[in-house]
């Protein structure tokens, strides 16, 4: 699975929109793009995940470049909740075996009052 | 929907005992549950791979002879830490997918973990 890299911190002011950046340049061309979150001494949240087109849901958007080397999370209006530690992840779709997830770092977003 | 419940939350016992964790997939069924560990302040590490029906598969450096994994039903697989010893204390994570997802791009949903603080 290709590697992704994230910026290790963010703050963004409650009620703006928080946008989180995660760089896949060697993403192949079955690989989806995953995002969670994760709050303190919590297991992972799934949020969203996409292909090429950008998608959009009750919690966030995903915008994929055209070229899928980059993608941004978008939160559209940030709360004191979203404060978390946020992984994109990208893995191969559709396959029976190697189905785990392979996390980084991740970006820690502050969401400040 | 796609509910993971972990079970005990939070566990403290003594060195040398054997502690078992639980997850369940509530509105699922899972042929593939995944058990992660997370060190304070480190992100997720995936430990093994749990198939039901069959033994497990290990992440390389994670002893199978530590890390008991039963994956006896669709909906449930256990993880049992055979003589914890204080270095074992963790947060331990599982995670699933809805077996109808097995051949999509459905996403994994995590449990809440469970603490485990061995003394």
């Known amino acids: 699975d290709a590697k992704t890299t994230q910026p290790p911190s963010m703050d963004c002011a409650e009620g703006r929109a928080a946008n989180l950046p995660c760089n896949h340049s060697t993403i192949s061309g079955n690989e989806y793009v995953y995002w969670y979150r994760q709050i303190h001494s919590q297991g992972p949240q799934y949020i969203i995940h996409?292909?090429?087109n950008n998608e959009t849901n009750e919690m966030a958007s995903l915008i994929i470049t055209e070229d899928r080397k980059s993608s941004t999370l978008i939160l559209p209006h940030a709360t004191l909740r979203d404060t978390a530690v946020y992984y994109c992840?990208?893995?191969?779709?559709?396959?029976?075996?190697?189905?785990?997830?392979?996390f980084g770092t991740g970006t820690r977003l502050t969401v400040i009052p | 929907g796609a509910v993971v419940s972990q079970h005990p939350s939070w566990v403290i016992c003594k060195s040398g005992t054997s502690v078992k964790i639980e997850c369940r997939s509530l509105d699922f069924q899972a042929t593939t549950m995944f058990w992660y560990r997370q060190f304070p302040k480190q992100s997720l590490m995936l430990m093994a791979t749990?198939?039901?029906?069959?033994?497990?598969?290990?992440e390389q450096g994670v002893e199978k002879d530590k890390f008991l994994i039963n994956h006896a039903s669709l909906t449930l697989s256990t993880l049992t830490v055979t003589s914890a010893h204080p270095e074992d204390s963790s947060f331990y994570i599982c995670?699933?997918?809805?077996?109808?997802?097995?051949?999509?791009?459905?996403?994994?949903?995590f449990g809440d973990g469970t603490r485990l603080s061995i003394l």
């Open positions: 996409g292909l090429k």
């Open positions: 749990s198939n039901e029906g069959s033994k497990a598969t290990y």
């Open positions: 995670s699933a997918r809805d077996l109808q997802g097995i051949y999509s791009n459905q996403p994994q949903h």
């Open positions: 992840i990208v893995r191969v779709g559709g396959q029976t075996g190697a189905n785990n997830l392979f």
